[in-house]
């Protein structure tokens, strides 16, 4: 894992331009100092094929750009199902001169071959997908043997915040583009088709979107045993 120093050096002033499109002040501002160190983790270091999964707006754009500066040779996916925001990442994309394949359609069933990335991100993404089991059984399928799953999440917290998590949910995906607040994306991760290589609870977000998690994780290869399970 790279040091905080590596981190730093990261860093571009381009991650700090103005908000991508469509983005309120209020998200602007956390972009800025609530999520800008942990995005800079999510992109540090990447080498080879990347896919940004459910890329929305384009939030990792800035982040993918400093990365290509250090690594010229990466090649950049991204999928987005939403055309608006599609749209938007496409015009941070192009703000950022950042050279990305990006297009539409679903974690559930991702439009790419086995093994093609080197690293697949996902930034509060789980919390959306209809059936976050199947989005991480592709992501599995689509990353190399060696390759990596990183991930930046909000999860349901334990006590009486995962309560009012539990009992908000049902009205706030309404309102916030189907977000589930109490997705317990970690355990799912740590239990279904990758091996955690680590993870840590971040105490970022706004209540009730809290606690973040950040981590990376690699994959558990199938075996023949499972393949006749799941047939
Ligand atoms: C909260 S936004 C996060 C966007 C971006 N990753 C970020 O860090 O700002 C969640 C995104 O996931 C997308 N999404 C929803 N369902 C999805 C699915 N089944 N597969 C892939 N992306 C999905 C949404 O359209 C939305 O853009």
């Known amino acids: 894992m790279p040091s905080r120093a590596t981190e730093k050096t990261d860093t571009n002033r381009s991650e700090s331009k103005s908000p991508t499109p469509g983005q309120s002040i209020v998200a602007a501002l956390s972009e800025r100092f609530d999520l800008a160190e942990h ?44 055309p608006d925001r599609r749209r938007q990442a496409e015009q941070t994309a192009t703000t950022h001169n950042l050279d990305i394949h990006l297009q539409s359609g679903r974690a559930e069933s991702l439009p790419y071959a086995d093994d093609t990335f080197d690293v697949v991100i996902a930034s509060a993404v789980f919390c959306t997908v209809q059936d976050p089991l199947l989005a991480l059984e592709e992501v599995r399928r689509v990353v190399k043997p060696d390759g990596e799953f990183r991930f930046l999440e909000h999860v349901r917290s334990d006590g009486l915040r995962g309560y009012v998590q539990d009992v908000v949910t049902p009205l706030w995906k309404r309102i916030d583009n189907g977000c589930r607040l109490n997705r317990r994306t970690d355990d799912w991760i740590a239990s279904g088709p990758f091996a955690l290589d680590e993870i840590e609870t971040l105490s970022i977000g706004v209540s009730p979107s809290r606690p973040f998690v950040r981590g990376t994780a690699t994959p558990v290869r199938r075996t023949e045993t499972d393949d006749r399970i799941l047939k």
């Open 39 to 82: 995005r800079r983790y999510l992109a540090r270091e990447l080498e080879g094929v990347i896919l940004d999964l459910g890329a929305g707006s384009g939030a990792m754009v800035p982040y993918l750009q400093t990365a290509v500066q250090r690594e010229p040779a990466l090649r950049l996916h991204a999928l987005e199902p939403d």
